[in-house]
């Protein structure tokens, strides 16, 4: 399989699974007799965004190299941890000058671009509060010491950098998720400080009465069980749950056709059990907490699944889970709404660094606002000194038309004496 397949296939694939080569298994059902479905042209497919700040590079760094046959000869027959050694980078001297020349003119553009960044985030902190730790880890997955040519250090360093940060990304979605949990709690008690007593009862009275009404769902199926299995069976694809037939199945969600069901894939399962304890339309109802339980489903399964940990769940390991007691008797799904995220001692820890960060902010839009005085005042008095520049400008004008009339009257003899006294108080 090409990379940019791969990049296709799932939404964050490790940099591993990006460049494994792997033959797509062949279909045998016609999926344009279940209903709703739609062939799929893979090749009309856009890779989807890996969340990665280098994104855009790393995706066209894999496309010029794909173009090499050479290399990609020696990426069919190279193993993970060979890819991952980064024994395979030292390939790269090998490809064509054409593909080489691309590679470093890629290189140039991505340092450039970190540059700018970089320079726009110093210029914007005033040189106060650097992180630069954190602005050097922006060339992390390139050799910026030689910012013109593309070597086998720059791939090496590429592949590790994507491999680590798409491998740590569910545990800082998680992160994230926790964090705005903390957020929107402490938003409401702020709100009720706010509200008179009675007011803040009828808060609190309203805010249980959502909670409830939340929780009051019907029975969400365990991912990757039998049962949920089934009700996507039935509902989404039409079929009779009596002929359920995990390998038909597992085909029949293969959506690209490349004999795996990858992170996307999976996660379009779960999107009917979702429905049951989700509504848009339903103020209790949360969108950041839906998405934040598809992928803990997601999770679970690529755990319980997915045996070889390459974020890929093949057709043997897919039937070799449903042959599980698990699959037919599995434990009782714990949606998020009978979880609790985070403690008060964590959430009071949480509140003082969100009130260190107000009390710094408002530190520097007081410093802000002094030089904003401070800038007005100078304007002002430019303004006032520009006025009486003006003024003795004008006055000197004056005093010069003067002396060329008064002049003029001596010369011409045409004014009376007391018209030329009258005009030299003026001079």
């Not at 298994?25 to 969340?51: F, H, L, M, N, W």
């Not at 803990?296 to 043997?316: A, I, Q, W």
């Not at 889970?321 to 820890?349: I, N, R, V």
Request: with cysteine; hydrophobic share 30%.
């Amino acid at each position: 399989m090409r990379w940019s397949t791969i990049l296709q296939q799932c939404y964050f694939l490790s940099v591993t699974c990006l460049l494994t080569a792997l033959e797509a298994v062949p279909i045998d059902i016609d999926k344009t007799k279940v209903k709703g479905a739609q062939p799929v042209d893979s090749a009309k497919i856009e890779p989807p965004d890996t969340g990665l700040y280098y994104d855009e590079y790393l995706k066209q760094v894999i496309d010029v190299l794909e173009t090499d046959n050479h290399f990609r000869e020696k990426l069919q027959k190279a193993d993970i941890e060979e890819i991952k050694s980064g024994r395979l980078s030292k390939e790269l001297d090998l490809v064509s000058h054409h593909v080489r020349t691309k590679l470093d003119e890629l290189k140039r553009q991505e340092v450039g671009r970190l540059r700018m960044l970089i320079k726009a985030k110093l210029d914007s902190l005033h040189d106060t509060g650097i992180d630069y730790h954190a602005l050097l880890k922006q060339f992390d997955h390139l050799n910026h010491m030689n910012p013109d040519k593309f070597e086998s250090t720059d791939l090496d360093m590429l592949i590790k950098a994507a491999t680590s940060d798409l491998e740590n990304y569910d545990k800082t979605r998680h992160e994230e998720f926790k964090k705005y949990e903390m957020m929107k709690e402490h938003e409401r008690r702020e709100y009720l400080k706010t509200l008179s007593e009675e007011k803040r009862k009828e808060e609190e009275s309203k805010f249980e009465e959502m909670k409830k009404k939340h929780e009051n769902h019907p029975k969400v199926n365990h991912p990757g069980s039998k049962d949920q299995l089934k009700e996507v069976w039935e509902e989404a694809d039409g079929l009779d749950p009596n002929d359920f037939d995990p390998k038909t199945f597992f085909k029949l969600h293969d959506v690209n056709n490349d004999g795996f069901l990858d992170e996307q894939e999976l996660e379009a399962l779960f999107t009917k059990e979702l429905e049951k304890v989700y509504d848009p339309k339903n103020e209790e109802d949360d969108m950041v907490e839906m998405e934040e339980e598809r992928l803990r489903m997601r999770e679970h399964v690529m755990n319980e699944v997915d045996s070889n940990k390459d974020r890929l769940v093949t057709l043997e390991e897919f039937l070799k889970a449903t042959e599980k007691k698990e699959f037919l008797e599995p434990d009782s799904w714990e949606t998020l709404d009978q979880q609790q995220f985070f403690t008060e001692e964590e959430l009071k820890e949480y509140e003082n660094l969100i009130s260190l960060q107000e009390n710094e902010l408002k530190k520097k839009a007081g410093e802000l606002q002094k030089q904003k005085e401070e800038l007005q005042r100078q304007h002002d008095q430019l303004e006032a000194q520009k006025l009486e520049y003006h003024q003795v400008i004008q006055q000197m004008e004056q005093k010069n038309y003067n002396k060329k009339f008064l002049h003029q009257c001596l010369v011409e003899n045409r004014s009376s004496s007391h018209v030329c006294n009258l005009v030299c108080l003026f001079v």
